[in-house]
């Protein structure tokens, strides 16, 4: 991001006090981070997840519910754990773990960013859908991991939002009246941007790097052209912030460089393609958003 020569307005608060907010947060349901390091383990049962996730019940109820969801089409209602695991996949499994454990982190009304409560959770999940259509597109081999990162690559709004709220005005002259981005804007009002605090939420909740750096990296175009898993993240976002789900006052100024097609090997038609996909996708996976939340 080039701010050379540019008027920085100086936060007057510290960026301590931003930073201190992210070790007030509840952590990560530990649950479902053990479940899913029991995932990527090839001797893993599914009575070794049974173990695991018993303890959750809210979990629990959404393995079942989405199982029995018209998505599986089953002829007859699973009630068991056990049963609901074995005739999932295992990305099936993972998506609707990080999904279960980011609902109650992401269905808040932010005011700064002028979302109303449902619409993080919808923005997020839609990113999560266009990522599994990217990843099935170009044949990218770990869907899930792009699912997680996809899901919370917002969740650094939910700390950001008060002091956004009260930068407001200076915010949306930057990006408005200026030209810059919102998350350009965001980093000259606060000293950082929601990327940077919900990578670092990330970090402290134990996720890999692969995920918090996407995370990180996911408005910046020269950082997230560095590494595929940021590439795809940068192009999920930008595709469903053009399909308008979700989106806020940050919702302009996303265009797909030159140099992001190339490093993930697109051309203008993909693109098309993939809007359509993903809105297609989003649309059927209706259903499945409100049983996450009923
Ligand atoms: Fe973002
Ligand atoms: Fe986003």
């Given at each position: 991001m080039n701010m050379d020569n540019q008027q920085v307005v100086q936060p007057d608060f510290t960026l301590d006090y931003i930073y201190e907010q992210l070790t007030k947060l509840p952590t990560f349901p530990k649950v479902v981070q053990k479940a899913l390091e029991l995932l990527d383990?090839?001797?893993?049962?599914t009575q070794d997840l049974v173990e695991v996730l018993k303890f959750d019940p809210a979990i629990t109820t959404n393995i079942l519910k989405i199982t029995n969801?018209?998505?599986?089409?089953?002829q007859k209602q699973v009630t068991s754990l056990d049963t609901a695991l074995a005739l999932l996949g295992q990305n099936q499994i993972k998506e609707i773990l990080v999904a279960s454990g980011s609902l109650p982190f992401l269905s808040r009304e932010l005011y700064g960013y002028g979302m109303r409560p449902e619409d993080l959770w919808h923005h997020s999940m839609a990113t999560g859908i266009c990522a599994e259509c990217i990843c099935a597109h170009i044949g990218f081999d770990d869907p899930s991991l792009l699912f997680t990162a996809a899901i919370l690559h917002d969740v650094g709004k939910i700390v950001l939002n008060l002091f956004v709220g009260a930068k407001l005005d200076t915010i949306m002259d930057l990006?408005?009246?200026?030209?810059?981005t919102f998350s350009e804007a965001e980093w000259m009002a606060l000293g950082a941007d929601h990327a940077i605090i919900g990578s670092e939420i990330m970090r402290l909740w134990d996720f890999p790097l692969d995920i918090y750096r996407a995370v990180r990296n996911h408005h910046d175009p020269d950082l997230y052209v560095q590494d595929k898993v940021s590439a795809l993240l940068a192009l999920s976002n930008i595709l469903v912030v053009m399909l308008g789900i979700g989106v806020g006052t940050d919702g302009f100024r996303h265009k797909i460089s030159p140099r992001l097609m190339e490093v993930l090997g697109l051309k203008k038609d993909d693109i098309y393609e993939l809007l359509l996909k993903t809105w297609q996708a989003f649309t059927d996976a209706h259903e499945i958003l409100e049983l996450y939340k009923s």
């Open positions: 383990d090839p001797n893993t049962t969801s018209a998505r599986f089409g089953l990006a408005g009246r200026e030209g810059f």
